[in-house]
């Protein structure tokens, strides 16, 4: 919630013309998460992530320089979205072992570092060669994350 | 082993493909920025899922224990392949707890490892524990996949009721052939001084009574008492409980038979065993201690089933119920099946004593005005019950839980001392 929070107020504070309803769209993002973590509905996350991206492509309408915040910004949705999931499936009723703990933090850490790098020299490749659009960004995003998965997939056997 | 995906999957495929192809038509790279964190975490998430190949293994330290004993269980884990979150719970059934330990339990083994977790379980109540089934739920590092499996093992557990001290217990009016610790009434050989008669061709001197023959100018012989053993019943009526949480009457009668079972076998009686109810068990009397572990674990099984069909005594075979046996009836009383079955040994002409263990303590009494005078009315009826019984010469002594049971074996002595014998 509070990643999530955060996102809403860059949204909030970033000054475009749709800064306000953008920051509305997440506020009910907000919502709809908190309401999922409440009623232990994972079916609202994927939802709440939605809107609260909605409402930051609103607060960017008009504007047509790319945003470098969008990496983070990107980054915070994944970190929300993952901490809200472990809030649903978390049972008290079962002892987690703390090695267990550990080790969650640390890959859900990697997990968003790596989102954030990759984020990053997606937003540069994107500023260097702005020409070549946003299909082939998307490919190439598409491409590395394969690459990624390739590697572990070669490093888990 | 079951495999499925969790929300999390479809929802960051979702997302994935939202952000990608909203991006393309709105071509604008943020949005490419926040589709792909879900693009990676869907990658490296799907790329890092194993199945599992896990071994689970539970193992009691004691297959065997006494009710509040505390028996340790060992649970073995072992993985082939690593499981990065691993779940575990073993059901355990009612009756039997946790007292240390973690039951369920997260955890994570590397391939090849082998984990043993120590449980230290409370059998709280007696009976026929099955443990299990096991059940085992593994993730993937990002928690996108699940595989889940119900381990086979289930190991059994046998808890012993917990038996009370008795001083004395209620002697039986007749005795059998058989020497044992109960003083017959009839004229034999013993220790026990009975009377003095004439003496007749074939006593032997030892019994002479010098001084009586010295009194009377003729031989007079001491006559004794034989020590012989007794044929107990022990009758526990399972047609019906009143239950109040965690204990019941059941409970306490499968206590008060496995104490009286321990100390008429501890004098060398023959102990037999009815459990009346919706199933029907019996054991035929016999002596010693393995005749006592068969009444204890026979007593193990006993559950109340509910049953519609009206059983009568002539369901018992003959053999279970020997004549001039002294028949003990542990019985709330809830039901007309166990009451009419007990007036009709009582009319058989057996040694009959009913401990009426109280459901009254179970029921507590309705606040409202017609529901108390309905309870009212029930507990007359089973006072006028008791008395039908007495009626009947049947020694009847009401049970409630917080009364010892030597108390209640003291109450039925004093009736049977001065109760006159009654035929219905």
């Known amino acids: 919630m509070a990643a999530l929070g955060a996102s809403i107020a860059y949204v909030a504070t970033s000054g475009g013309r749709f800064a306000d309803p953008g920051a ?134 | 082993m079951t495999r499925w995906a969790t929300p999390k999957l479809a929802g960051y495929a979702g997302l994935s493909a939202a952000g990608l192809l909203s991006a393309l038509v709105f071509a604008r790279p943020e949005l490419v920025a926040l589709t792909a964190p879900f693009l990676l975490a869907l990658a490296a998430g799907l790329a890092l899922a194993t199945p599992p190949r896990l071994r689970i293994l539970v193992e009691l330290d004691e297959d065997r224990a006494l009710e509040g004993d505390e028996v340790g269980a060992r649970i073995i884990l072992e993985s082939s392949t690593a499981v990065d979150r691993l779940d575990f719970y073993l059901r355990l059934p009612d009756g039997i707890e946790v007292r240390d330990g973690k039951n369920p339990v997260s955890l994570h083994l590397a391939p090849g490892e082998r984990r043993e977790l120590e449980l230290s379980l409370g059998a709280a109540r007696w009976g026929g524990h099955v443990l299990g089934p096991a059940y085992a739920r593994a993730r993937d590092p990002l928690g996108l996949l699940v595989w889940e499996t119900v381990a086979a093992t289930r190991p059994e557990l046998r808890v012993y009721p917990r038996e009370d001290v008795l001083r004395r217990v209620l002697q039986p009016r007749e005795t059998q052939v058989f020497s044992g610790n109960e003083v017959s009434r009839h004229k034999g050989e013993g220790i026990e001084f009975a009377d003095i008669r004439p003496w007749a061709a074939g006593d032997p001197l030892k019994r002479v009574n010098w001084r009586a023959s010295a009194r009377r100018n003729e031989l007079w012989v001491n006559e004794s008492h034989p020590e012989r053993n007794t044929d107990v019943i022990l009758f526990v009526d399972s047609f019906a409980e ?166 209640v074996l003291e109450e039925v002595r004093e009736f049977r001392r001065y109760a006159r014998h009654a035929r219905v």
């Open chain 1, 24 to 157: 509305g769209l997440g506020a009910i993002g907000l919502g709809l998460l908190v309401l999922g973590l409440v009623l232990r509905w994972p079916a609202t996350i994927p939802w709440s992530i939605l809107l609260v991206g909605g409402g930051y492509l609103l607060s960017r309408e008009g504007n047509d320089v790319v945003d470098g915040w969008a990496a983070a910004f990107g980054a915070l949705l994944l970190l929300a979205a993952e901490l809200a999931s472990w809030s649903i499936e978390h049972d008290a009723r079962i002892g987690a072992e703390r090695s267990l703990t550990l080790r969650r933090l640390a890959t859900l850490g990697a997990l968003v570092v790596a989102a954030l790098l990759v984020n990053f020299m997606l937003l540069a490749t994107a500023g260097v060669a702005a020409s070549s659009g946003v299909l082939l960004a998307a490919v190439g995003v598409a491409a590395a994350v394969g690459a990624v998965a390739v590697v572990l997939r070669l490093l888990r056997a």
């Open chain 2, 242 to 407: 009143a239950r109040s949480g965690d204990e019941g009457t059941l409970d306490l009668a499968v206590r008060a038979t496995a104490t009286l079972a321990n100390a008429y076998v501890g004098r060398r009686d023959r102990v037999g065993l009815i459990a009346f109810g919706g199933i029907l068990r019996w054991l035929v009397p016999g002596m010693g201690t393995v005749q006592l572990y068969r009444i204890v674990d026979a007593l193990l099984d006993t559950q109340v089933v509910l049953s519609y069909y009206w059983k009568e005594i002539d369901v018992i075979p003959r053999r279970t119920l020997p004549p001039n046996a002294m028949v003990i009836a542990l019985s709330p009383l809830l039901d007309g099946r166990s009451v009419g079955a007990l007036l009709d040994l009582r009319a058989r002409g057996y040694d009959l004593t009913v401990i009426d263990v109280s459901p009254v303590p179970f029921t507590p009494r309705p606040a409202s005005g017609l529901d108390s005078v309905a309870y009212d009315i029930w507990t007359l009826r089973r006072d006028a019950l008791r008395h039908r019984l007495q009626s009947a010469g049947v020694a009847v002594a009401e049970w409630r839980d917080d009364t010892p049971l030597q108390a």
